[in-house]
């Protein structure tokens, strides 16, 4: 399984960024893929996700600046930037996990924590850095 970050680089305050992600190597009929972003010394906050069944999950820290969609194929992942704000300065990782059960039976919230990725796979990350 491979993932694949790009998108990241450096604006200013209230600009706007694209992140995608690309994966191979992998057929999960039942899944969870998301953005997850860490700040060195700082514990990793998952951002989106969106799981097999379409459910989408946001952090309340992004809600209504960001958006996540999957291109046709699904192993494609973006993440629309709006507004930003120096607090959204990290490095940004895409993960997916696959589940042994349907999507739609977990919580809503189980896809956009980061410990949820543990058995999963993990990009190597793009950094965003947004200055005041």
């Known amino acids: 399984v491979q993932l694949v970050e790009s998108g990241g680089g450096s604006v200013q305050s209230g600009g706007s960024l694209r992140l995608s992600c690309v994966g191979s190597?992998?057929?999960?009929?039942?899944?969870?893929m998301g953005w997850i972003r860490q700040v060195p010394g700082k514990e990793r906050e998952g951002v989106a996700s969106v799981d097999s069944d379409g459910r989408i999950t946001y952090a309340d820290s992004v809600k209504g600046r960001f958006t996540i969609s999957q291109g046709n194929a699904k192993n494609t992942l973006y993440l629309q930037m709006n507004s930003l704000t120096p607090e959204d300065t990290a490095m940004y990782y895409c993960?997916?996990?696959?589940?042994?059960?349907?999507?739609?039976?977990?919580?809503?919230?189980?896809?956009?924590?980061?410990?949820?990725?543990?058995?999963?796979?993990w990009g190597k990350g793009t950094l965003v850095t947004v200055s005041s």
């Open positions: 190597g992998y057929t999960y009929s039942s899944y969870c």
């Open positions: 993960a997916v996990v696959p589940l042994w059960v349907a999507s739609a039976t977990l919580n809503s919230l189980y896809c956009l924590r980061p410990k949820n990725y543990g058995e999963g796979d």
